[in-house]
């Protein structure tokens, strides 16, 4: 009959109108990242890295600006390692292409700046500052 | 003396039904329209450029962001040609986590679909009970691989990372809330009244038509073709798999959405197939680190949600892939937008557009 | 006759001013200020809530909350729209005529202000108790497509003279069903006066009565509002706009504030005709008026969340070759209705 699909649909809004709500309340309830989550910050795990450059170069974007500096034990010591996130595909290669598991993400997706140079951050500085936080 | 003329008006690109930047010029006398010219290239990135200066594996990220909606068929599509070219083996495994996330992808990808047609037809509580069953689809991805949109997980040789236990659990128990899903739309949709009135007999495609254009996908069945590459022309053991392929009688506006949503219940039913027979073994064959194919050329399809998705990719020996084209099925199937609209109302040209459900980022690459 | 709340309530502030003025015309006349006064603040507060209200219900069908950060429970959203509007920068379309194009906003305002001169909101509380009343609301109503003509016209924007043009085409179509279905209830009540069709239906609803009439002057009045399934003229997804496209800050909040002010006369008008008014047990009128007023309300909020738009021909259709023709039927049949109770 015509018509009835009408009342059926009414009854259908009507049943989620008093029934539960998704909506999820955001700055005070947060739904956590799953374990394999990419995106926001890379974390540069010092004392594992080797300086081997493969994840730069397994970057499809070349998102991943690198300085190696040698000291004088005839180490290889990452001095900058840079991740231009407005470039970043987070494809999730680099971290693939690490050897020895130095990197990771640091699962934050609160990420959005107001300015340009803001995306662009260096892992190792990153480092250091934590260090003097403790 | 009263005279009557036609006149052009923009549709688009900002506009708020034309999914994304695409214009169409449309020459209306009155409401009915006496033609319609999608005029695209507003989102045109160049990534079939952008791909020759990349190696074979780099390029995949970018597949992604073809067809946003469902990445997973067009990280399938390049992969399955890339293997072709490079002579590689799958293992059994990763072809059947292949099929369980396209087909996962192709559901998803149809509940957008669904819910774009209802808030383009006005009914926005149409759009939003798709969408939030669609979240589950993501939710699944996001466990899976790390990622809701981009997921670069089907990798040249395999695919990234084993199925958890956790991520079947979840699958199965999305496969079981779908019916429910299903059953929803259904009684808000389908059976509505007004919902039939708007699709019915309107913006028809006719088979013949629809062939001379190179239409493939739901629109192509939906006219009455029975056409699907996932059985005419089997990759990735499709043929392990027992399903039917709707068919549309017409090939107006409701047969194009018909054949959707019953596409939908037919992916559930592979991916429970695969599911139950999954083997166990290898998820990523033995690739080299560094991918040289030979010399030479290959053209591969598989079927995306939105039809055929070819990868025709040029090897010159090196690292790098000399030359990719990419036929993306929306751009395709946009071409029928002029046929599908003449002489029907403005009204029908919202619903033709959903119905050909172009994805911005495919049409223009 | 024995007043309701709201007549008690104002013949106290009657006589309270003529104690302190002395004089009764003055005091008359402030009585009649306030009245309209009184009325403004009903349409605009009126507003407030049913955005709210709107907002509220559409999360609610989606499942969703909606707005529920500002103020308690978010109830000053709407406040803080209203200011955020306020502060936007008035942009005027190069082309656009723009004495016409400035002046449709407000005229809207008119009509849409006007009807509420006859509605019998209690036991006596009425403006002006017109004895063509029903008459009256039925032109006045009529008069905002001028409005959205003016406006769709003086964009100079295709989208917008597409809209205006829909907006004629609905607005003659959805007007003759509701005459028709009005003239049923007319017929019964023997009266075009408001009043006297509230009082008539004291011991039985005229939904009973006509329960055919309710239906399609629903439908038609939907039409008439431009609320969906018939919101053509607005018609987001196909023609953006319509003769709002050109329009933003306060002048679109105008048309949005007509637009819920339309909202809630049609609701007015369906409770008054169909759900006998103020009439109900044990509570006092202007409360009974209230309920079945939201209730009306929530009714067309609900319809609007739940179907799609329907096609302007489809609309022009069903209200020609469906609704013309029983409302016709439905005059007839009460015709003899009558003449069979008279006879009996």
Redesign the interface.
Known sequence: M?????L???????K????????V?YPEEKIPM??????GKLLLDEKKCISCKLCAM????TALDLTVEIDENKKRHMKNYIHKAGRC?????CV?ACPVDALSWDKNYENSCYYRENLTYDAVENNRKDEKNG | MIQTESYKLSMGPVHPSTHGVLQVWLTLDGERILRADPCMGYLHRGIEKLLEK?TY??????T?RLDYVSAMNNNLGYCSAVEKLAQIEVPKRAQYIRVIMAELNRIASHMIFIGSLAVDLGAT?GMIYPF?DRERILDIF??????RM?Y?YIRIGGV??DLAVKVISMIDDFLAKLTDMID?YN???T??????YRLKNTSILTAKQAMELGITGPMLRASGVSYDLRKDNTYCSYEDFDFSIPLGEKGDNWDRYIVRLKEMSESAKIIKQALAGLPTGEFMAKVPKVLKPPKGEVYDVTEGPRGEVGYHIVSDGSAKPYRVHIRRPSFINLQALDIMCRGYLVGDVVAAMSTIDPIMGEVDC | MQGGLLVILTDKLFYGINYLSGNEFISQLIMVIVQIMAIFAVISLAAIIQVYMERR?C???????GPNRVGPWGLLQTVADMIKLMGKEDIIPVKAQRILWGITPMLLFIPAALIYAVFPFDDGAVFVDLNVGIFFVMAVMSQSVLMFLLGGFASENKYSFMGAMRAVAQMLSSEIPMAFAVLAVVMVSGSLKMTDIVAAQSNMWFIAVEPLAFIIFTISILMEINRTPFDLVEGESEIIAGPFTEYSGMRWALFFLAEYANLLSAAILTVTLFLGGWHGPVLPGILWFLIKVFLVIFLFM??R???PRTRIDQMMALSWKVLLPLALFNIAATGIGIYIYNWM
Do not use: M
């Open positions: 015509q018509g009835k699909g009408l059926v649909g009414l009854a259908v809004t009507l989620h109108f008093f029934g539960k709500k998704e909506t309340q799953t374990e394999a989550f990419r995106g397994a970057c499809p974007n595909l987070y494809c999730n290669f693939e | 990349r594996f780099q390029c995949l990220p970018y992604d509580t939030r996001n466990e899976l691989c790390g990622a981009t670069s990234k990372s929803e009684d808000l949709l059976g509505n009244e007004i919902f039939q | 219900i999360g609610f069908i989606q499942d969703r909350l609900w319809i969340w739940t179907y």
